[in-house]
């Protein structure tokens, strides 16, 4: 009789170690999220980029040469990738909107580490890594919703080991404006190519050079990190998810609808699926990146606006579709949608400039401003001067291949009718599929409140670089040791 009690403990002990067995074989996901940057590594073929350790992490990694962001302003893209729905379907589409109690997601709009936690995984957005790596995670968040504090289990890279499997992810800063230039070793501003959009100016090139700067800070701390997986043995049973928010900040890419705007860099190593230092052309949205993400770790991501691009499920895109509206003061409404060489855009304001006034770029964007001063000067050509327009079609057309930086509209081209024909059609049934929601007028409210606090964080960046009330920013600074 005693016979069955222990054995009924050994099935129980067994059925543990199997369950305990099933949980640490699931991998443990990390996302490295820069902010503001393009593909401006060596890996893309950036020359004067600095970037020794993201282009190793790349000879470990698939790269893909077409992911994009669905907006291009942090709070957009990072609504839309941190729940895996479009911001236009849950209406975080509006920069730095919602963010007060009243404005909680619906139940059906979940967060990545909610549904993640449900399969037994722990959430962190780390803050505090090893001291001895001299710097900390920026804990961005940034989201167009009420965030009630929960979303995340710990903020600390010391709790990550003793608690697998675990999704984590770290937000690197530095790409981020105001940019500062290096003290030792600082990028040629003479060694840059800059886009045929830029006028070639001394102002413009060491600005350039100042952002490669921070690119090669950035890339430092994607070593350490990389680095400290190894040295806790966490590396083989953690996918590296290695991207940025959005595009990066020069005189249109960041705030705008155009491919700076939306691309970002993206590298993930996962040698049990991805064949280290290969590349892939597929069009790839961050909001795959989500799907990707929980479906590696078992979870249905059925529901979802985006869907795996490798591995179980994984599903090849034909368009990535993009939307700009209300950023800080600047009230606008675009919607765009790509194939792997064409691209529509269709302003819904084409009576409004392509360059509204933004507080925050003239306060820490030297390009934005000295472009502004070239225009009024004359001194720039017909390219660099086409983003200086009163306004705007009501549609445009670029052949990408061609024309990688959209200087020529071709919306009224008879040869390209069925395309534009085509897009049109795939970007009408999008709007209408996702509940499209940038036609709701915003609530004044909102745009009182960021207003308001626009106003309070213009004030601070004047009094911090010495900035006149008229003044706008036309210099670069020294690194003083840390981003403010």
């Known amino acids: 009789m005693k016979l069955l009690p222990m054995l009924f403990g050994v099935l129980l002990a067994g059925a543990a170690t199997l369950a305990a067995a099933a949980e640490t074989a699931k991998p443990n996901i990390l996302w490295i999220i820069a902010e503001d940057a393009c593909k401006d590594f060596g890996c893309y073929g950036v020359e004067a980029a600095r970037t020794p350790n993201i282009d190793r992490l790349t000879s ?46 619906p139940a059906d709009v979940r967060l990545i580490t909610e549904r993640l936690r449900e399969a037994g995984y722990f959430t962190a957005n780390v803050r505090a890594l090893p001291p001895e790596l001299g710097f900390n995670g920026a804990g961005k968040t940034d989201w167009n919703f009420f965030d009630d ?93 290695f991207f940025s928010d959005h595009g990066r900040e020069d005189f249109r890419g960041k705030y705008f609808p155009t491919e700076q705007g939306f691309e970002v860099p993206l590298m993930v190593r996962w040698p049990a699926l991805l064949k280290p230092g290969s590349t892939s052309e597929d069009l790839v949205s961050l909001l795959d990146v989500t799907a990707t993400s929980l479906s590696l770790a078992g979870v249905n991501a059925a529901g979802l606006d985006g869907a795996p691009f490798f591995g179980p499920g994984t599903k090849k895109r034909e368009f990535v579709f993009g939307a700009r509206d209300r950023i800080d003061d600047t009230l606008d409404r675009v919607r765009t949608v790509r194939d792997s060489r064409f691209k529509l855009v269709r302003n819904y304001e084409p009576q409004r400039p392509y ?3 933004m507080a925050y770029a003239e306060l820490t964007n030297p390009s934005y401003n000295r472009m502004r001063q070239l225009y009024t000067e004359g001194k720039l050509n017909a390219d660099q001067s086409k983003f200086m327009a009163p306004s705007r079609p009501a549609e445009e057309l670029y052949d990408l291949q061609n024309d990688p930086f959209e200087l020529h509209n071709l919306a009224d081209a008879a040869k390209h009718e069925a395309t534009i024909k085509r897009l049109r059609q795939q970007l009408d049934t999008w709007i209408a599929d996702t509940r499209d929601q940038g036609a709701i007028p915003e609530d004044p409210r909102t745009v009182e409140e960021q207003l308001k606090r626009n106003a309070s964080a213009e004030q601070k960046l004047r009094a911090e670089f010495g900035l006149g009330p008229d003044e706008v920013l036309l210099k670069t600074f020294d690194h003083p040791g840390k981003k403010p």
């Not at 600082?186 to 001394?202: E, N």
């Open 355 to 357: 360059l509204q006034r």
């Open 60 to 105: 470990e990694s698939c790269l893909y040469r077409n992911a994009f962001a669905t907006g291009p302003v942090c709070s957009t893209s990072r609504s839309a990738f941190m729940t895996g729905l479009y911001q236009t379907r849950i209406g975080a589409h509006n920069h730095r909107s919602h963010r007060t109690r009243e404005f909680a997601r």
């Open 149 to 241: 504090g929960k979303a995340f289990n710990s903020a600390r890279w010391n709790d990550l080991k003793s608690h697998q499997p675990f999704y984590a992810q770290v937000n690197l800063h530095e790409t981020h404006r105001p940019y500062y230039r290096a003290a030792k070793n600082p990028t040629d501003p003479a060694k840059i190519k800059l886009p045929p959009y830029l006028a070639d100016d001394p102002i413009i090139r060491s600005d350039w050079a100042a952002y490669l700067d921070e690119v090669a800070v950035l890339d430092e701390e994607v070593g350490a990190l990389l680095r400290l997986l190894d040295r806790e043995g966490l590396r083989e049973n953690t996918v590296v998810f």
